[in-house]
């Protein structure tokens, strides 16, 4: 009887969380694959070596790193690739790399590209701002200008990169299909939720 009515409350409260609230849990709570986790570091790698170079050869990347130390660039990889790792779980999360469209995947790289930027803008400028704002060096005012605009571009520059590294990664996904030998019944990327 017991057993019964402890049932019966989980039902009641299963049938009182909505779909997309389970399909949240339900992706929180699964472990990430390895998939996931290899194209994000490669993407984070590729964007870092790419704005590395790009750095170079514009001859300001001496200027940077004299500004910079070891710990403020470790952490600020970490927060990329973080950023990244989100990003590439959540597509991985609605959309299945070996099933779904290109357009379906570039769509939905571009989408978590465009928050991705502008939450690591929000965390960058966190991070300057809110030092100079106690100080009183900057009035709130310049900030959520700045805020404004450079949410804007942030999202329109993480879009585009969202976009480019969806695209790569299904070139690499695909690569890596053709090169390796087949996995047999075995599912190497995340489920979608039903």
């Keep these: 009887m017991a057993e019964d009515q402890r049932a019966g409350e989980h039902m009641a409260e299963g049938a009182s969380e ?58 600020v990889f970490c927060y990329l690739w973080a950023l990244f790792v989100l990003a590439v779980r959540w597509v991985h999360g609605r959309v299945a790399l070996d099933s779904a469209g290109v357009s379906t995947l570039a769509l939905h790289g571009a989408a978590a590209g465009s928050v991705a930027g502008v ?54 996904y695909g690569l890596a299909g053709a090169l390796l030998p087949e996995a047999g019944s075995e599912r190497v990327t995340e489920p979608r939720p039903r």
Excluded at 67 to 74: A, P
Excluded at 129 to 149: F, Y
């Design 18 to 75: 909505t779909k997309p609230a389970r399909d949240a849990t339900q992706i929180s709570t699964r472990p990430m694959s390895l998939v996931t986790w290899t194209l994000a570091t490669f993407d984070t790698a590729l964007f870092v070596l790419l704005g590395v170079l790009a750095a170079h050869t514009s001859g300001g990347l001496a200027d940077l790193l004299a500004g910079l130390n070891t710990l403020v660039g470790v952490a």
């Design 119 to 172: 939450v690591f803008l929000l965390g960058l400028l966190a991070v300057v701002l809110v030092p100079t704002l106690q100080s009183g060096g900057v009035r709130l005012q310049a900030v959520l200008l700045v805020l404004l605009i450079g949410a804007g571009v942030a999202a329109v520059v993480g879009g585009v990169v969202g976009l480019l590294a969806s695209l790569l990664d299904i070139a690499v």
